[in-house]
Every structure is written in C-alpha cells, then in structure tokens.
C-alpha cells in the first residue's frame, strides 16, 4: 500500500475558518445594532418619563391652586351668607321701626 502524496491532502479548514470568521462578525454587527436600539428606546423611555413626571408635577400644582380657590370662595361665600342674613335682619327690624315711627305720626297729627 502506498502511502499517499503529501501534496495531493489540501487543508478544508481554512475555509470553515473563514465561515466561521464571517458568522462572528455577522453576530457582532447585530449585537451593535441591538445595542444602539436599545439605547436609543432607553433614551425615548427616559425622556417620555421625564415629561409624564413633569405634567404631574404641574397639573398637582394647579390641582392644589385650584383646591386653596375654592376653599378661600366657600369662607367668602359662608362669610357673605352670613352679612346677609344679618342685613335680612337689620331690614326686618328698621321696617318694623318705621312702621312705628309713621304710626306715632299719625297718631300725633291726629291728636
């Protein structure tokens, strides 16, 4: 049996190297490109979060402007209500008054 040539056995492994070499490159140029689209939607996820936090933070603010109005309109409206039930009283009573007073007038032209 003859053994055979030492030239005639070519190498195949350069070529599944090569596959290889292309496959890791491949993969690499994807996980950069995951890398910056996740980056960019981390970005996007932080600056729509800022904004929601900060339209909360406003829309409490008038929240609580509008509160501390209503509060200081309810004590005027209660303080008004309550001059007016005394000018109700005040009216009943200078009517009650002049009914007097013309009536003592009468009286006395009458005398």
């Not at 980056?39 to 509160?67: G, P, R, V």
């Not at 309810?74 to 008054?97: F, M, P, Q, R, Y």
Request: proline residues 2%; hydrophobic residues 35%.
């Amino acid at each position: 049996p003859n053994a055979p040539a030492a030239a005639a056995y070519k190498s195949h492994s350069g070529g599944i190297l090569d596959i290889l070499e292309d496959l890791k490159e491949k993969a690499e140029e994807q996980l950069s490109a995951l890398r910056r689209a996740e980056t960019n939607a981390k970005h996007n996820y932080d600056m729509l979060k800022q904004s929601l936090e900060d339209q909360i933070a406003a829309d409490t603010k008038d929240m609580d402007e509008t509160k501390s109005a209503k509060a200081a309109s309810e004590e005027a409206k209660a303080t008004a209500e309550g001059e007016l039930t005394e000018t109700v009283k005040d009216l009943v009573n200078s009517k009650s008054a002049l009914e007097t007073v013309n009536s003592d007038c009468m009286q006395s032209a009458a005398d």
